[in-house]
């Protein structure tokens, strides 16, 4: 079964530094989505981030940018010139090719040091 | 352009009730989602639906039922509530594969059931 992991229940960065959080799946498709979502905490979830499994470059919306590594089922995301406003649970999204099913991960605590 | 709506935001029911969780989008989107997150968890789907008076069960269907008789409207019924489906409900619709099947979601519901 397919499944998504985010190894890092909790991050710190200092205002304006850069973070990565990680996210690593399993699958046997080679045609999927791949997503970030972040939930402050008025618990609205938001798309930060897509990337298109059959696109090799990675994608990049401003400051956010990934890094997809198709081989090793890796999917980073990286902030750059963390915000105050960046402090949120951030989750890595998988959805099944051919079917309309997402998996999340169980998610990354950002918290932005002032 | 209202996006996701949810109705209600909050709700306590006791042991055994029933109540169903609203949700319209106005976004003319053919799929729509039901999840829940549990407290430190990533969201699980209960339920989905590929169009009108199509459903589809997730990976936490038990204990709920849902319908979708017009392409805006996608109940949740919560039936003999149990202290187990304590969580906060979140609906979802999202776009055909040319928009990369993004996801919007609504503002969730937090259900005790006590």
């Known amino acids: 079964a397919q499944t998504v992991t985010q190894s890092q229940p909790e991050m710190s960065v200092q205002e304006a530094e850069t973070v990565t959080l990680s996210c690593t799946y399993d699958?046997?498709?080679?045609?999927?989505?791949l997503f970030w979502y972040k939930q402050p905490p008025s618990r609205q979830m938001i798309l930060v981030i897509r990337?298109?499994?059959?696109?090799?470059q990675n994608a990049t919306e401003n400051r956010f940018s990934v890094n997809f590594q198709k081989a090793a089922k890796s999917f980073s995301l990286k902030i750059s010139d963390s915000q105050l406003g960046d402090a949120a649970m951030y989750f890595c999204?998988?959805?099944?090719?051919?079917?309309?099913?997402?998996?999340f991960g169980t998610g990354t605590r950002l918290k932005v040091l002032a | 352009n209202a996006g996701v709506t949810q109705t209600p935001k909050f709700r306590i029911l006791k042991i055994g009730q029933s109540m169903t969780l609203q949700c319209t989008q106005d976004m003319n989107h053919n799929y729509m989602y039901w999840y829940r997150q549990d407290p430190g968890m990533g969201l699980k789907l209960i339920y989905y639906s590929v169009g009108a008076g199509i459903t589809d069960k997730g990976e936490v269907p038990n204990g709920y039922n849902v319908s979708r008789s017009t392409t805006e409207d996608f109940p949740l019924r919560l039936e003999l509530a149990a202290p187990s489906q304590t969580s906060v409900y979140f609906c979802?619709?999202?776009?055909?594969?040319?928009?990369?099947?993004?996801?919007?979601f609504g503002p969730g519901t937090r259900l005790t059931v006590t």
């Open positions: 999204a998988y959805k099944f090719a051919g079917t309309y099913k997402y998996i």
């Open positions: 979802a619709s999202s776009h055909r594969r040319d928009r990369g099947f993004e996801q919007y």
């Open positions: 699958t046997s498709e080679s045609d999927y989505y």
């Open positions: 990337q298109e499994a059959y696109k090799q």
